[in-house]
């Protein structure tokens, strides 16, 4: 009878979510893009997702050893860490290149930061922009999706932004082709299709939030919209939310729980934020693309805003 | 005499400016791109600071309370003015890649510190192997980022090819590499202040 009786602390009613578990879903949920990127690119985006998350997991079992603590290998965050950095890089890097961002992007834009949890920026995107700095050649030499009677190497294409800030016309992508993801960039960027149907899995399972990837989305649209072309109101707006990584930014690596903010009214202004720094990178930017800088950008106001945000305990004024 | 090699000593090591006191940042970023520059630079600093602490020390009866900071900027232009003109007359080449930071040697705040914290209150000797302690642990802190900087960004330390087919880190020889590089032996050096407590 008394073994029974169950004493515990609050809070009483558990949910089943624990970091490991979120953190292998997201790992499912990037399943389909990374699929995509294979049959897009080939196996060469394999193998770089595998030795990126290779790498990844085995800085954090190195790191958690030095340091004596915990093994946080098995909760899946490097497995993440490591295929967010590989679905950011063109997929004819060479091998030790997605090694170099991993070991980096562990050791330094999370491990130094006290691991999990402390990290100030997302991990991914610090290894994706360490090496952006460092090798552009390798980092802006995007494959041409394979095609019937297409060798494999030696065939590359810039990407659609790309093309858009050189000036020149793109009026052989339809954006049919944007959202199969049937153009040069990188490997989990690309396939819009099986992105959104990675992100709609984690926001039936409640473990994103809309607030973020909307409010991200919507407004680099809007911007895009109005200032994306030579007259004002006549910018392309669907072609900006399909080209680029501005989905997989918006739904994995804006969303990412350690870096954000925490109440519902800061991730509106974290997702406005980012769309704005997107825009202006885009539109007016040197680089054709901005999403990493961008979210790197508002990961760091993310103390600023959650200070400004903080809820009313209630009964206070 | 002994107590005169642990005012120089201190400087290396214990009290090292770069890494333990966090002084002079500004030219450490700014001019650890290479080898060469960082030991202009170092060498710069360190007879600016020779000469400033002399001459702060042996006139530091004189020199009024009130306007003791003004008394020193004026000194420690003296010798900065010496060291560029040399510099320019000598090495034009050096100068031209250190560029401002020679100049802004007068408002280095390792330089400032040690006449404020040190020259004005102890005697000649004393404040001589301060100055050269400190001269010497900047140049040596300066000398390490660089050619950690020289060989990850460009595969090279003083010119030489070290490493043949090193795919160079672009990022380190640019502003964010020096941060980079900053924080991480600042990091070590708090590490190992630890290890030894």
Redesign the interface.
């Known amino acids: 009878m008394i073994n029974n009786l169950i004493v515990s602390s609050s809070p009483h009613i558990h949910k089943q979510a624990s970091i490991s578990r979120i953190m292998w879903t997201v790992v499912i949920s990037l399943i389909p893009a990374g699929i995509a990127g294979v049959i897009i690119f080939g196996l060469d985006a394999l193998w770089v997702t595998l030795v990126a998350v290779v790498a990844a997991v085995l800085t954090e079992l190195i790191f958690g050893i030095w340091a004596k603590k915990k093994i946080t290998v098995l909760d899946g965050s490097a497995v993440i860490t490591g295929i967010l950095l590989a679905f950011n890089l063109p997929s004819g890097v060479p091998l030790w290149l997605p090694i170099v961002g991993a070991v980096f992007s562990i050791a330094i834009g999370k491990q130094v930061f006290g691991g999990l949890g402390q990290n100030i920026f997302n991990p991914a995107l610090v290894g994706r922009v360490f090496l952006m700095a460092s090798w552009p050649k390798y980092m802006t030499t995007f494959t041409q999706p394979l095609r019937a009677g297409a060798g494999y190497d030696a065939i590359t294409s810039a990407t659609p932004l790309a093309m858009l800030k050189e000036g020149k016309l793109l009026e052989h992508i339809s954006y049919l082709d944007l959202f199969l993801g049937k153009h040069g960039g990188c490997i989990g960027e690309v396939c819009i299709l099986a992105l959104l149907i990675g992100a709609a899995l984690l926001l039936i399972k409640g473990y994103i939030s809309w607030h973020i990837p909307v409010t991200y989305i919507f407004t680099t649209a809007v911007l895009a919209y109005i200032f994306g072309a030579a007259q004002l109101f006549h910018g392309d707006w669907l072609f900006h939310i399909l080209s680029g990584g501005l989905i997989l930014g918006a739904f994995f690596m804006a969303t990412d729980y350690v870096a954000t903010p925490l109440t519902a009214k800061g991730q509106l202004i974290f997702g406005i934020g980012c769309g704005l720094l997107t825009a202006v990178i885009r539109i007016w930017g040197g680089y054709p693309e901005g999403v990493s800088y961008a979210i790197l950008m508002m990961n760091a106001a993310t103390p600023f805003i959650d200070r400004y945000t903080k809820c009313r305990i209630y009964g206070s004024k | 005499m002994k107590n005169l090699i642990k005012e120089f000593a201190k400087g290396i090591i214990k009290e090292n400016p770069t890494f333990v006191l966090a002084l002079g940042l500004c030219p450490t970023l700014a001019v650890s791109v290479s080898v060469a520059n960082a030991i202009g630079m170092g060498v710069a600093a360190t007879f600016v600071l020779l000469g400033s602490s002399l001459i702060i020390s042996s006139i530091r009866d004189f020199i009024p309370d009130k306007i003791r900071i003004p008394c020193y900027i004026v000194i420690i232009a003296t010798f900065v003015t010496i060291a560029e003109l040399c510099m320019k007359a000598y090495s034009p080449q050096l100068d031209r890649s250190l560029g401002i930071y020679v100049p802004l040697i007068v408002v280095n705040c390792i330089v400032l510190g040690r006449a404020e914290a040190f020259a004005c209150k102890n005697n000649l000797a004393r404040s001589f192997f301060d100055g050269l302690g400190m001269g010497v642990g900047f140049t040596l802190a300066l000398i390490l980022i660089s050619a950690i900087r020289e060989f990850l960004g460009s595969g090279q330390i003083l010119g030489h090819t070290l490493v043949k087919g090193f795919?160079?880190?672009?990022?380190?020889g640019?502003p964010?590499g020096a941060l980079?590089v900053i924080g991480?032996l600042l990091?070590l050096f708090n590490l190992l202040k630890d290890k030894r407590v």
């Open positions: 795919q160079p880190v672009f990022v380190f640019m964010s980079l991480l990091g």
